[in-house]
């Protein structure tokens, strides 16, 4: 025997012995007879055996024909075991999801939102990593990565989950020393900024759009980190002009700690679920990624439209 025989060999066999017809296997598989035949002698040949006593009116099994019966039969239920167990763990919520997220995105909304969820399922275990560089997530074993802007590699599903934008701000201390830029070109000369290495976004330019205007910005940046909250934190105490998203500088914005700059410019940072295989796969991809954009829709209803109220007012 050269090669595995096939499994449509064998299944067709194991009926054929069961109803000891090739024609009432036929007629259950709905082939021909002339198919039977066929696929048993295929069968036989592959194995250098004889698996029938053949006569003009009935078939009946030789030893060997007993053992591959046997065996068959064995192997046939293994194989639905296992479509069962898959068809299983494409609805039930249970095992490990690996997760990998922006520190600050992470610790703000996927921290609070991974709680609410385990409440609803508690057998879906989570390892979820937080971190501020690019990551692969099929050569680190990550099930989902949440991005937030950013390039998207080919070969993987990207989702758009969140509406966001990154908007121009700076606190009113160094407005007041250094005076409001009037265009995004300032920013590369005329003022400081504070830039942030995150992921994989390029810190060394912005690109911006004011409708269907576009530019590319290099910031003056004096001051310049992989971490989102330390970077508003520079930004709160006056030492630059900032390009940060929406969700993170709303509060701000709202109490007026910080003032939103050049107001009509802003960059499109969409939130994205990036993943390598279909949900309908995988009922765990599918529900956190269904009750994570349920959960963002709630958290950010009316935000853009306080986002622009904010704009109005200044």
């Known amino acids: 025997m050269d090669k595995l025989p096939a499994l449509d060999d064998i299944r067709v066999f194991v009926t054929a012995a069961r109803l000891m017809s090739f024609a009432r296997a036929a007629e259950q598989l709905m082939v021909s007879p002339a ?119 080919e070969q993987y599903i990207a989702r758009r989950i969140a509406e966001n934008v990154r908007v121009f701000c700076a606190s009113p201390g160094y407005l007041a020393r250094r005076g409001w830029p009037e265009h995004p070109r300032e920013l590369e000369k005329q003022h400081d900024c504070i830039s942030i290495r995150e992921r994989n976004q390029a810190p060394a330019s912005w690109k911006v759009e004011r409708g269907a205007e576009v530019t590319t910005v290099y910031p003056n940046s004096r001051l310049s980190v992989n971490n989102g909250d330390v970077a508003k934190q520079w930004c709160l105490k006056g030492e630059g002009i900032m390009l940060r998203s929406l969700w993170s500088v709303l509060p701000e914005l709202e109490q007026g700690a910080l003032l939103r700059v050049l107001p009509e410019w802003q960059q499109p940072a969409d939130v994205y679920a990036v993943y390598s295989q279909r949900v309908g796969t995988n009922a765990n991809l599918r529900v956190f990624i269904d009750n994570l954009e349920q959960y963002l829709a709630q958290r950010w209803q009316g935000k853009f439209r306080m986002n622009e109220q904010i704009v109005s007012n200044q």
């Open 35 to 153: 198919y039977i035949s066929k696929r048993v002698k295929m069968l036989e040949e592959n194995l250098e055996l004889a698996l029938f006593f053949r006569s003009a009116r009935a078939i009946s099994l030789t030893r060997e024909g007993e053992i591959v019966l046997r065996t068959g039969e064995q192997l046939l239920q293994g194989l639905e075991a296992m479509k069962g167990e898959l068809n299983a763990s494409r609805q039930e919520v249970q095992g490990k999801l690996r997760i990998s997220c922006s520190t600050g995105f992470g610790s703000a909304y996927i921290n609070p939102f991974i709680l609410a969820l385990r409440s609803r399922y508690d057998r879906l275990d989570i390892d979820l990593t937080l971190t501020d560089r690019a990551v692969d997530i099929i050569s680190e074993n990550i099930d989902l990565d949440i991005c937030i802007g950013g390039a998207i590699p």
